[in-house]
């Protein structure tokens, strides 16, 4: 399930892509990797920022000019945050798979589509022009569920702070010009018809169930595919960021692990880190300190950290594997240098 957040709560923390962005049908990783870390990650920084700034505010002598200003920006960054992850995690494969362009919905929402709007393609028709026509402006359009209402509604929204009153989005589509200009130009409507080619059902119909209060079994559903199922084997960024900011003995040693048919897609790493190829372990695993924590890192945090993070602690390393990778690292601003490959093992 959708982690919720109870602990600090003075800092909102980025959520790790559930999607593999390398293999989104006809959506590319360009597109994907620059939304996810520039526009949502840019919300989540804002978001955070201007709850600093409020958690400082004089309430008694601040102008009022300035509280409206600082309360507008927070809906609207918070609303931007919300929907943006709402949107990724509607999108991609099952497991490893990428989309096929085929999945059709499961019969738990299916049956509340049949019964809301007469059937999942009166649905679809509906939900797909609403998103069209929002085309050359911005907003977002959005599936919805109306306790008071009772339904399932498709709920056009002019900005991230425009909701129906009391619905619980289960699908939202980003209608803004970033989350399809560098792929498919003007062409929104192209746009649309490829986001409902990669809706990946099994979540959005299990956002479905947990909004109507049933309860879903499979907490896998919201981890990146890979990552170690133990919370204690994981980090966050913000945990890293806050790890390594603290200059002591237990600063953790990071390890960037790098497929080397992924190579092409990379472009910086984390400061002080060294690289190496996973296939390699049992040559850079001597090295390692076991006096040190040590935190493995890839590009989005799957199965080539998860699974040597899962060896290292076979072998009982200190190691944690963090979440949502690289590109998380970025979604919240952390500090990079350029590629460095010459700790990377060959063959
Ligand atoms: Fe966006």
């Known amino acids: 399930m959708p982690p919720r957040q109870f602990a600090a709560p003075t800092t909102v923390m980025v959520r790790p892509l559930l999607l593999k962005p390398q293999w989104m049908n006809g959506l590319s990783e360009r597109l994907l990797v620059s939304h996810y870390e520039n526009n949502y990650g840019g919300a989540v920084r804002r978001l955070n920022f201007i709850r600093a700034r409020l958690a400082a505010l004089d309430w008694e002598r601040t102008p009022v000019f300035e509280v409206n200003g600082l309360k507008r920006e927070e809906l609207i960054a918070a609303g931007s945050v919300i929907l943006h992850e709402i949107y990724f995690d509607s999108l991609g494969g099952h497991g490893d798979d990428p989309p096929t362009g085929l999945a059709e919905p499961p019969d738990g929402i299916a049956h509340a589509f049949e019964r809301d709007f007469g059937s999942v393609m009166t649905w679809r028709a509906e939900f797909t022009a609403m998103a069209k026509a929002l085309a050359g402006g911005s907003g977002w359009a959005i599936l919805a569920w109306s306790e008071r209402l009772g339904r399932l509604v498709n709920q056009w929204a002019a900005d991230h702070a425009h909701g129906l009153a009391g619905a619980i989005p289960i699908v939202a589509l980003d209608m803004y010009e970033h989350s399809y200009h560098l792929d498919f130009g003007a062409k929104a409507a ?126 009982g390393y200190d190691a944690r594997a963090l979440v949502g990778g690289i590109t998380a690292w970025h979604a919240i601003g952390g500090a990079t240098v350029p590629l460095d490959t010459s700790t990377y093992e060959d063959g």
């Open 190 to 315: 192209v746009y649309v018809d490829q986001v409902m080619a990669n809706l990946n059902w099994e979540r959005i119909d299990a956002r479905y169930r947990m909004a109507i209060g049933e309860e879903v079994g499979n907490d896998k559903l919201f981890l990146p595919f890979g990552a170690p199922a133990q919370q204690e084997a994981r980090i966050s960024a913000e945990e890293l960021k806050t790890a390594l900011e603290n200059g002591d003995d237990r600063r953790p040693v990071l390890l960037d692990l790098c497929l080397p048919k992924d190579l092409p897609r990379r472009t910086d790493m984390l400061p002080g880190a060294s690289m190496h190829a996973p296939a390699a372990l049992p040559r850079w695993v001597e090295e390692l300190s076991r006096d040190r924590p040590i935190v493995v890192y890839c590009i989005c945090g799957f199965q080539v950290s998860g699974t040597a993070v899962t060896e290292l602690r076979h072998r």
